[in-house]
């Protein structure tokens, strides 16, 4: 049965870091992309960030390049999102996602998802 | 950026109805890379179709995907009362760029 466990939930002040974990089991982690998807309060689905299975490739939403790094430990089975000079609107519920290909790219359909973990950024 | 728009907003039914959601892109989606998830209250989201009409694993067939280029419906033959949720369209044929719509409420009447 695959898993995903998040954790690093946690509040943090507007400009500050947090890091975020996800440990994966039920599947052969180093042969599938993840993802991240976020979800602010009451709102839609947002992707945020994927890496290939290798962790050779990484992809980024706008709205976040340049101050979240995702990354990957295989040795660990975990996936991991480092989140700098966090704002506002970057509240949300964050989601460990397992990706669909089977082929270790990224295709981009998600077909597990972890149950989330909240960061909420305020002062 | 392909925008994805969701009609309609909410769609009140009752309980053996048949559900048809719409999903339209801002321009075509490539290869039809559309997924559809599901998602209740207090929940993560679940896939349910990809490539536009493929279900996904464990997804009962009253659900079906169809639609090519820029429309797209999602349609559940005959609602069960656990199918009240919201419902949201993904495209995933802009890579690395995925977006999802804004989600249509299925809820009771």
């Known amino acids: 049965e695959v898993q995903l466990l998040e954790s690093g939930e946690g509040l943090v002040q507007p400009g500050g870091s947090l890091r975020l974990s996800c440990a994966a089991s039920?599947?052969?982690?180093?042969?599938?992309?993840m993802s991240w998807v976020r979800q602010a309060p009451g709102k839609g689905l947002e992707w945020v960030s994927a890496i290939s299975g290798s962790g050779g490739s990484t992809y980024y939403a706008d709205s976040v390049k340049g101050r979240f790094t995702i990354s990957r430990d295989n040795s660990k089975n975990t996936l991991y999102l480092q989140m700098n000079s966090l704002r506002a609107e970057d509240t949300a519920v964050y989601y460990c996602?397992?990706?669909?290909?089977?082929?270790?790219?990224?295709?981009?359909?998600?077909?597990?998802w972890g149950q989330g973990t909240l960061v909420t950024v305020s002062s | 950026e392909i925008v994805l728009t969701q009609s309609p907003g909410t769609l009140s039914l009752s309980p053996g109805e048949r559900a048809t959601l719409s999903c339209r892109a801002s321009?075509?989606?490539?290869?039809?890379?559309l997924a559809w998830y599901q998602q209740k209250p207090g929940q993560a989201p679940r896939l349910l179709i990809y490539g536009a009409s493929s279900r996904a694993t464990g997804i009962p067939d009253r659900f079906s995907g169809s639609g090519s280029g820029t429309d797209f419906t999602l349609t559940i033959s005959r609602l069960e009362p656990e199918d009240f949720a919201v419902y949201y369209c993904q495209q995933y044929g802009s890579s690395p760029q995925f977006t999802f719509g804004p989600g249509t409420k299925v809820d009771i009447k």
């Open positions: 321009q075509s989606v490539s290869s039809s890379y």
């Open positions: 039920g599947f052969t982690f180093s042969s599938y992309a």
């Open positions: 996602v397992k990706d669909g290909s089977i082929f270790g790219v990224v295709i981009g359909y998600f077909d597990y």
